[in-house]
């Protein structure tokens, strides 16, 4: 048996497919490799892998990263072009002594030297979009969509990791990283606390260092008091420097499978399963006090989200 929890309805099959993979011994890395690889092989999302929205120069740059809750072990990759399954590069750099973390020309150079093939990743749907989409604009601005696939799992001998997968901002700059492989702030994960993982606007999400936050505060809190306390107390920081706070949502989960989420927006929707649990998708509310609390997904609200994911 095992636990996991992750971001946005998207999640919902590959987190059975994990679940299934938990529940017959698998250790958590297999079980989050395949969650993730299950939403980028899938060509209708359009945030993630295959079918992902390119770049301001019509190229899909893909970022991901892994994280060894035992050892501290992590790998990414950033600005990614023509591999499919960036998760699983990332997996395989968090093996590497050195070099953990590479991104465009070499992250690409070092997946083919492990044998993985090019692919096409702007499929006919997402060039549409950009070809739609470049034709409106004047002074081009990045697409505020950035749905990031963030991960956390916990296996049945307590083994935990964490895991992203994105291809970031639609029209971004080309070469834009955000937060979503970069370890503390996209993901973080220690098998003796817990681990967390945030979707959002990178570039604020990078000035707080969020993930690693929330697992720092999981040592004295639940994992939702965790989240509320970091994403609240930073929203509230940025609103003061900035005026706004721009989108911010995480995840997070103890090495007890309790876990818990919070945004700053009003429609973020997860998937969790504790132990011995199905997967089940969930939408965040925020409750009196900021307080979070959490609805089952009715079959309308999968519809709607499924139409703004899609």
Request: charged letters at 25%; hydrophobic letters at 40%.
């Amino acid at each position: 048996m095992g636990a996991l929890i992750a971001t946005w309805l998207m999640a919902e099959n590959g987190a059975k497919k994990a679940i299934d993979l938990l529940n017959a011994g698998k250790p958590s890395h297999k079980a989050l490799i395949e969650l993730i690889k299950d939403i980028e092989d899938d060509v209708h999302y359009k945030s993630v892998g295959y079918g992902g929205l390119p770049n301001r120069e019509g190229v899909v740059e893909l970022d991901s990263a892994f994280m060894d809750g035992d050892d501290l072990s992590y790998g990414g990759v950033g600005a990614l072009k023509n591999i499919k399954n960036p998760i699983e590069v990332a997996y395989l750099l968090s093996k590497e002594k050195a070099n953990n973390f590479l991104v465009g020309q070499g992250a690409y150079e070092y997946a083919l030297d492990k044998g993985f093939k090019p692919c096409d990743l702007l499929s006919a749907a997402s060039k549409k979009i950009y070809e739609d989409e470049m034709s409106k604009l004047d002074d081009l601005k990045a697409y505020d969509g950035h749905d990031t696939v963030g991960c956390i799992v916990v296996d049945d001998k307590g083994k935990m990791c964490a895991g992203t997968s994105t291809s970031g901002l639609f029209l971004k700059h080309a070469g834009r990283l955000g937060d979503s492989a970069l370890i503390g702030s996209g993901l973080y994960v220690d098998s003796a606390i817990g681990g967390a993982s945030a979707t959002g606007m990178g570039e604020d999400i990078m000035k707080g260092c969020l993930s690693y936050e929330v697992v720092m505060l999981m040592r004295t809190m639940s994992p939702s008091e965790a989240c509320r306390v970091a994403v609240s107390n930073f929203s509230k920081k940025l609103e003061k420097l900035y005026g706004q706070a721009r989108d911010i949502s995480i995840v997070a989960m103890n090495n007890k499978g309790q876990w818990g989420a919070y945004s700053n927006i009003d429609t973020f929707s997860f998937v969790a399963a504790g132990y011995g649990e199905e997967p089940k998708v969930y939408l965040f509310k925020k409750g009196k006090d900021d307080h979070p609390f959490y609805t089952l997904a009715t079959k309308d609200d999968i519809a709607r989200l499924q139409a703004l994911q899609r």
